[in-house]
């Protein structure tokens, strides 16, 4: 198994500019979460996904939009990136088992964004 | 909301050293909390997870408890390797992951 990976491992984007970054896991997981490291602040979940069509708000949404068309793929788009979101993005997913709560999240290597 | 406290935020110790890492949060509604491992550029890897109902988990060198009443779980390591030197970062789960900033442990030879 591949676990969780991530595309792509770095970008540089210029304010304004738009991108999608794509996570895919083949672990069968229900769950799907973006988050955000910045330094000193340690990870904040951007939006997350219950299952394949749905997706919700996390802690900081703005900025971002996520689509889950395909149980094993969770896309982050920024319409229009803003230096703020200069950040290290990390996807993760788990899955749930009703008598236990969820499970242990995995993560993605992450990908380093710029935006100058 | 919930608030997750990790102290101290970094730590330097000589191989071979038992060590403490320890998380606080401000919530004792939560699901479970989770303890990663984040080496430099690297992502987080799993290393415990105490359910709620649970008070501690162990994992080769490594243990951690969980005091939900209080609010307090510890990471303990014992007998401290160089290849241990990373970032240690708590989450706990509730309506969502919150994570804390971490505490970076460097283990000098």
């Known amino acids: 198994n591949a676990g969780v990976t991530q595309t792509p491992k770095f970008r540089v984007l210029k304010t304004g500019q738009s991108m999608t970054l794509l996570c895919a896991q083949d672990m069968n997981h229900e769950y799907m979460y973006w988050y955000r490291q910045d330094p000193g602040m340690g990870l904040r979940l951007i939006h997350y996904?219950?299952?394949?069509?749905?997706?919700a708000k996390g802690e900081v949404p703005d900025g971002y939009n996520v689509s889950r068309l395909k149980k094993q793929n969770f896309l982050l788009g920024l319409e229009s990136a803003a230096p703020s979101q200069t950040s290290v993005y990390f996807c993760a997913s788990s899955y749930f088992k009703r008598d236990r709560k969820l499970y242990e999240q995995y993560f993605g290597p992450g990908t380093r964004l710029t935006v100058t | 909301k919930q608030e997750v406290t990790q102290i101290p935020a970094a730590l330097s110790v000589p191989e071979g050293e038992n060590l403490v890492l320890n998380c606080s949060f401000t919530d004792s509604a939560i699901y479970n909390l989770q303890w990663f491992r984040q080496d430099p550029g690297k992502g987080l890897t799993s290393l415990l997870l105490i359910q709620s109902s649970q008070r501690e988990q162990t994992s080769g060198r490594l243990n951690a408890s969980l005091d939900k009443s209080s609010g307090r779980s510890t990471l303990y390591i014992a007998a401290s390797q160089p290849g241990d030197s990373a970032t240690y970062l708590c989450?706990?789960?509730?309506?969502?992951?919150?994570f804390g900033a971490g505490t970076r442990l460097t283990v000098k030879p």
């Open positions: 996904s219950v299952g394949e069509g749905t997706t």
């Open positions: 989450a706990v789960r509730g309506r969502n992951m919150r």
